[in-house]
């Protein structure tokens, strides 16, 4: 009984490490306009984004936020053209930057 186990893990095996690979097809070839949706959330994070492709190249954006107790964060980052722009907003950063500015003579 071992025996016929054992050989059938390794014809298992065998046949698994020796199949081709496979490539995700899903999306659009290159050049072909489609667009790419993507979420995830999760109990204090999350991340959306998405990507429009055109013929004659792609254009994207993401927000990623995270809710840590007192000091909500948020990113995000656009691509498209020649350089992405990136930035963040921390809730903490900005109270406490209009606390000093109140607090100015």
């Known amino acids: ?3 016929i186990f054992l050989i059938g893990i390794l014809g298992l095996a065998v046949v698994l490490l020796t199949m ?5 097809h899903n ?15 999760g109990e204090r994070t999350f991340h959306l984004g998405a990507r429009v492709l055109l013929p004659d190249g792609a254009w994207g954006a993401w927000l990623w936020g995270e809710a840590r107790p007192g000091r909500p964060r948020l990113e ?12 963040s907003i921390d809730a903490g ?9 109140l607090r100015r003579p």
């Open 1 to 3: 009984m071992k025996t």
């Open 20 to 24: 081709p690979a496979t490539a995700d």
């Open 27 to 41: 999306g659009p070839a290159r050049g072909e306009p489609g667009l790419q949706l993507n979420a995830d959330i």
């Open 76 to 87: 995000g980052r656009l691509e498209g053209g020649k350089r992405p722009l990136d930035f």
């Open 93 to 101: 950063e900005i109270k406490d930057f209009f606390d000093r500015w």
